[in-house]
């Protein structure tokens, strides 16, 4: 079955350092692939979106790469201030489809 | 309007009686979705809308559960004889395009549905 993985487990960092999340998906062959933000009592906030033919895409202190021999994407918060602190979700959408399909997220603190 | 509007933010019900959701979507976004959040979890699409039609309705749980949309513009979400594994975050997007489009959704800030 279809599988898009994120870690869990919230990851705890210092502010200034870089803040890397992974999104690993099986059984999927997406078209595009975006990540949101996701603050508490809030719905997510679009961020990035990338290509299946696209390796990196950047946006201010954003990176996101996408892998589709790995099957994976990873998104990179440089120089992270406590206000990047939130829940970062990627997303997948099929060639032609129609909704998008949502990993269920990696919770990111970033302490000052 | 600005940004997708939604209501009520919070709705407290009994099990066993019927609510209704709203959304109303950044005009002139063709395409309008329905996802649901329970605590902790990631996001479970529930149905898509292109205009007033709903292609794709294959994430809604049971026949208790229906949407509609009109004037290619607001949608309601009805949930008839309400469950309690039915708690949680009903989300409503749009986005300017639909099948095959590559734009970004625009979130609604939910209603957190509690069934007691």
């Known amino acids: 079955s279809q599988k898009i993985e994120q870690n869990s487990e919230a990851l705890n960092i210092q502010e200034g350092k870089t803040a890397t999340l992974t999104c690993n998906y099986t059984?999927?062959?997406?078209?595009?692939l975006q990540w949101y933000r996701q603050d508490p009592g809030r719905g997510p906030v679009f961020l990035l979106l990338?290509?299946?033919?696209?390796k990196e895409k950047r946006k201010e202190r954003l990176k996101v790469t996408f892998d589709t021999t790995l099957k994976q994407s990873l998104f990179h918060i440089t120089a992270s201030q406590p206000a990047d602190s939130a829940t970062y979700l990627c997303a997948l959408i099929k060639a032609a489809g129609n909704k998008l399909t949502f990993g269920g997220g990696t919770r990111v603190l970033v302490k000052p | 309007g600005a940004g997708v509007s939604q209501s009520p933010s919070n709705k407290v019900t009994e099990k066993g009686k019927d609510v209704e959701l709203r959304c109303d979507p950044i005009s002139g976004h063709t395409a309008l979705y329905w996802y649901r959040q329970s605590l902790g979890q990631g996001l479970e699409f529930l149905i898509y809308?292109?205009?007033?039609?709903?292609?794709?309705k294959s994430g809604l749980p049971s026949d208790r559960f229906s949407a509609e949309r009109t004037g290619g513009s607001v949608s309601t979400l009805t949930i008839q004889r309400t469950q309690q594994e039915d708690s949680a975050v009903y989300l409503c997007a749009s986005s300017l395009g639909g099948q095959g489009a590559s734009y970004g959704y625009t979130f609604g800030s939910g209603t957190r549905l509690t069934v007691v």
């Open positions: 809308f292109q205009g007033n039609s709903a292609p794709d």
């Open positions: 990338i290509r299946e033919n696209e």
């Open positions: 059984n999927y062959s997406p078209a595009y």
